[in-house]
């Protein structure tokens, strides 16, 4: 059952919260970009075993996203949003005291579990808790939590880096997790109702619509194209480009400063003209970024280090407003979970491994080329994208 909080200032508390927590959450899954020089030089890896590390958190959060339903069905979203902050927190403790290889990728993939887990609930409490008019202004805010989370990463690991080592900047990290998850535990209004859990009915019920496959097509590009590009920009532009590591890291961490205003005005732009227009031109644009990204020669790729998350950042919010239309209000939680499954193993896992075996071959240009023509062919699938009018909310919710 859904719910609809009765008052803006706590909508607005609700809102600002859950972004804290998903800020701390996404900087867990992409903390280790900007830190894998120093972790490839600590451990000995090539730049495919760095980009198998990713693949590590990505089975993970798949893993997440599967079992989250069985989670909140049992212990309402909100429980399930603290449950997520504080096992993240534990999983990255665990890998700052880590000595071995085994021992980072079991609490790697624990970190995966725990922040995949979160997504869906996260979602179904914006959806539930503020009118669906304004889900495209609040999925954006709650989307400046990636954009906070790209652009403070590299500058915090060049200025903790400094006076720390890379295992105690992951500890840091987790603490502030555990901070936020008992924090919304004990203070966090919304998420009180229980979660869809996976059943053989409704996962016929979505992937028997065409609208999902499509937007999960979708959603593997978006994320290749954000943080698959993201979690092995820092070796691209070290390895192939020239560049120092604390000048990549600062580049890649200012441009994500426009990225944070392209995320609210997205969803601005969503409420006025749709989902579905909004989510066309992203893809085009995002499309034909990646591509320049690997052309251009010389210092001109600094200009795309900019544009390409700008474009990126975009199509979140009219993606998870879709998302939200296409199913009834009680399996928004499942459809998400299904969606993202699918398009994180591609996206944040797969891709990523790939773009640092085409770093191996010194061809990481090719490797985001590729990226943005694939991406560009994901415009065929538009006219076949069938919006359903959102569901009316219960008002006993």
């Not at 609700?14 to 900087?27: K, R, Y």
């Not at 075993?49 to 958190?57: D, E, P, Q, R, T």
């Not at 954006?140 to 954009?147: G, K, N």
Request: proline fraction near 6%.
């Amino acid at each position: 059952m859904s719910e609809i909080l009765q008052s803006r200032k706590s909508q607005l508390f609700l809102l600002g919260l859950l972004t804290g927590i998903f800020l701390v959450n996404f900087l867990s899954r992409i903390v280790l970009a900007p830190l894998m020089p120093e972790i490839e030089k600590d451990l000995g890896l090539g730049h495919t075993g760095a980009g198998g590390l990713f693949m590590v958190i990505a089975f993970g959060y798949s893993t997440g996203l599967i079992g989250s339903g069985f989670v909140s069905s049992r212990i309402t979203h909100r429980r399930t949003i603290a449950m997520t902050a504080i096992t993240c927190s534990m999983a990255f403790l665990l890998i700052a005291f880590s000595h071995t290889l085994w021992t980072i990728w079991l609490g790697l993939f624990f970190v995966g579990v725990a922040t995949g887990i979160y997504l869906p609930s996260g979602m179904s409490t914006i959806t539930a808790s503020i009118p669906s008019a304004h889900w495209g202004k609040a999925i954006a805010i709650h989307e400046l939590a990636p954009s906070l989370s790209y652009l403070g990463a590299p500058l915090i690991v060049e200025a903790l880096l400094i006076l720390c080592s890379w295992q105690t900047i992951i500890a840091l990290i987790g603490v502030a997790s555990l901070i936020l998850g008992f924090l919304f535990l004990r203070v966090g209004p919304g998420g009180d109702f229980t979660g869809e859990a996976p059943t053989l009915g409704n996962i016929r019920m979505l992937t028997g619509r065409p609208s999902f496959w499509i937007m999960a097509i979708l959603f593997c590009l978006a994320i290749a194209a954000s943080m698959g590009i993201y979690s092995m920009m820092p070796l691209y532009l070290v390895a192939e480009r020239g560049l120092d590591r604390p000048l990549a890291n600062t580049l890649i961490g200012l441009s994500r400063v426009p990225v944070i205003a392209m995320a609210l005005l997205s969803g601005w732009i969503t409420d006025r003209i749709g989902p579905k227009p909004t989510i066309v031109a992203v893809t085009l644009i995002n499309g034909l970024s990646a591509i320049l990204l690997g052309l251009l020669p010389g210092r001109w790729v600094i200009l795309m280090v900019f544009l390409q998350p700008m474009a990126t950042a975009c199509f979140f919010a009219p993606g998870f407003t879709i998302l939200s239309r296409i199913v009834p209000p009680g399996a928004r939680n499942l459809s998400v979970s299904l969606t993202i499954f699918l398009a994180y193993m591609m996206g944040g896992g797969f891709f990523p491994t790939v773009i640092g075996a085409f770093g191996d071959a010194g061809a990481f240009a090719l490797a985001f080329i590729l990226i943005g023509s694939v991406t560009l062919l994901g415009l065929l699938l538009m006219p076949r994208l069938d919006l359903q009018e959102p569901h009316k909310e219960d008002p006993r919710a």
